[in-house]
């Protein structure tokens, strides 16, 4: 089992800066495919970010302002995201053992609670 809670959501203006954390346990962290969902009210759920190794994987709608990094020693997973638009606003949810990377059809085996992101215009 792994067990994820993310931090660090919160209510911004458009242009403006966020960082969000994951902290991960109950799995070897650097043995996991992490990385981080949305969902907006009325919307899908949709992939945003995901690790593996060295490799970094990001929906093109956020390249160039999201960043996905990860801590070993601290067990989390962050997701720096810069100029944000009212758009990126959604339930942002941690993930872990993404599957289905190259496909349309992303999903995880294990999921955080959520943090919510709102962005106002």
């Known amino acids: 089992q792994v067990q994820l809670v993310e931090s660090g959501g919160g209510l911004v203006q458009a242009g403006d800066s966020l960082r969000l954390s994951c902290a991960a346990s109950?799995?070897?962290?650097?043995?996991?495919?992490m990385g981080w969902f949305r969902q907006a009210p009325g919307k899908e759920r949709e992939f945003v970010a995901a690790?593996?190794?060295?490799?970094?994987y990001y929906e093109d709608s956020v390249k160039g302002r999201f960043t996905i990094s990860g801590d070993n020693a601290k067990n989390t997973v962050y997701l720096q995201m810069n100029n944000l638009k009212p758009d990126d606003t959604a339930l942002y949810y941690c993930?872990?053992?993404?599957?289905?990377?190259?496909?349309?059809?992303?999903?995880?085996?294990?999921w955080g609670p959520g943090t919510q992101v709102t962005v106002s215009a």
């Open positions: 109950g799995r070897t962290f650097s043995s996991a495919v």
């Open positions: 690790m593996r190794w060295a490799f970094t």
């Open positions: 993930a872990a053992d993404i599957y289905g990377l190259a496909t349309k059809q992303k999903g995880a085996n294990y």
